[in-house]
């Protein structure tokens, strides 16, 4: 599904976050290893909120 506005798109990151804040932890499957931007935002929300967080694969040094 494509998204419309980006009206929507912050409320899709709104929700995102809130779902972060009521977790004890993230888990984030990254195939290959890639992460989007938008995970890198997630992960740092994460992280700024005492969150755990674990991954599918490592994150290479060069890329954070």
Known sequence: R????FAELENIYASHNKKI???DAI???NINGYIGEATKNEIAFAK???KSTFLFKSIPKNSR
């Open 2 to 5: 494509k998204t419309d506005s």
């Open 21 to 23: 804040e009521l977790a």
């Open 27 to 29: 888990y984030v499957v």
């Open 48 to 50: 700024s909120n005492y």
